[in-house]
């Protein structure tokens, strides 16, 4: 079972969807046609399932993970009940290695293939705010593991 992942995104001001968390669920159409299932993470999800126009009809609203970590761990859930093989994440191109160092260690031992795809969008603050968060990754890993 192949499952597409999409990261949400929010600015925290945006009423509507962010271009950010749009270009991510674009790019995650694109890959769709050959998914079991569509699963959109974070507290955007359900703005995200209005907006999708993928070919995939199975979507599945994770809505719980307010953080990286937790959208991982929450997935794992997912890819244990589902018996999912193959994991595509979908994210920015800024948050790919953070997000597939979380994905990795989250679905080790699923059996499952875990492959992060970029989407275009980016800007310099967020992009130095991406590498402050790696500190707090093996924090973030014990946290969503015990959790």
Known sequence: ?????????SDGRSNGLHPICAARLERAAELSAQA??????????????????????????????????????NVARLVHELAATEVVV????????????????????????????????????LLVREVAAFALVPYQLRRARSG
């Not at 790919?96 to 980016?122: D, E, I, Q, Y």
Request: proline letters at 4%.
């Open 90 to 125: 979908v994210t920015s191109w800024w948050h790919r290695l953070r997000a597939a160092l979380l994905f990795h260690a989250l679905l080790r031992g699923t059996g499952a293939h875990v492959r992060v795809v970029p989407a275009p969008s980016w800007s310099l603050r």
């Open 1 to 9: 079972m192949r499952l597409v992942v999409v990261l949400g995104y």
């Open 36 to 73: 079991d299932a569509v699963v959109l993470t974070g507290v955007e999800s359900e703005a995200m399932r209005r907006a999708w126009s993928g070919p995939c009809s199975d979507v599945i609203c994770e809505t719980d993970a307010r953080i990286t970590a937790e959208n991982a761990a």
